[in-house]
Structures are given as structure tokens and as C-alpha cells.
């Protein structure tokens, strides 16, 4: 699986973006998928999941309530709505699909995108 993640950029403190993650050669229909980022000088942690059904959603508590992960089986796509942008949410962002069906840890992610900078002003 190829994965492309897009949609990052500059914006202020209290703005939205929308990720995206497409993906080539194969159906995301038949992986679980994630977002992560990796802030400069710190470990890539985890923001958000969606189970392969698209049934379950699970999020980390830092952007809970503000980001909305989902996925569009026809467009062969998952985004990721940022809403309430903070600067603490700088990071390179990364799309991941997994084999299992719902996942949560960086190890369980077979796939990884190239990653998108998103950079949020105060």
C-alpha cells in the first residue's frame, strides 16, 4: 500500500485543517488506519484511529473533541478534520494503515505515508 498524505500548511492558533490520505495499488477498505505526528526533538505519538468498518473512531486525549478522524471507501481516502488548531499540535503529520482491523501503537502500522508539516501559529 502507497499511502499520500496532504493538506497541511501554516495557520493561526483557533483555525482548521483537513488532512488527507489517499492510497494507490490497494483498497483501505481492508485496513485499519491512523494519524500520527512527530513534533521537532520528540517521539512520534499517536492522534488518531479508525477501525477498518469505519464503525470506531479512538483519538488521543490531547486533540480529543477538537480533530475528527473518518474515511470515504469510494474515494479510497481517510482524512483527519483539525479544528481548534493549538501551537502544541505543530507537528509532521503521518497516515498509517494497519493489517488489524483497529489499532492503536506505532508498531502495529504496516504502512506509512511521507508525512505532511502542519504549522499553527499564536
Known amino acids: 500500500v502507497q499511502l499520500q498524505a496532504s493538506g497541511g500548511g501554516l495557520v493561526q492558533a483557533g483555525g482548521s485543517l483537513r488532512l488527507s490520505c489517499a492510497a494507490s495499488?490497494?483498497?483501505?477498505?481492508?485496513?485499519?488506519m491512523g494519524w500520527f505526528r512527530q513534533a521537532p526533538g520528540k517521539e512520534r505519538e499517536f492522534v488518531a484511529a479508525?477501525?477498518?468498518?469505519?464503525?470506531?473512531?479512538g483519538y488521543a486525549g490531547s486533540v480529543k473533541g477538537r480533530f475528527t478522524i473518518s474515511r470515504d471507501s469510494a474515494k479510497n481516502t481517510v482524512y483527519l478534520q483539525m479544528n481548534s488548531l493549538r501551537p502544541e499540535d505543530t507537528a509532521v503529520y503521518y497516515c498509517?494503515?494497519?493489517?488489524?482491523?483497529?489499532?492503536?501503537?506505532?508498531?502495529?502500522?504496516?504502512?506509512w505515508g511521507q508525512g505532511t508539516q502542519v504549522t499553527v501559529s499564536s
Open positions: 498509517a494503515a494497519s493489517s488489524r482491523p483497529y489499532a492503536f501503537e506505532a508498531f502495529e502500522y504496516d504502512y
Open positions: 495499488r490497494r483498497t483501505l477498505s481492508a485496513y485499519g
Open positions: 479508525i477501525s477498518r468498518s469505519g464503525g470506531s473512531t
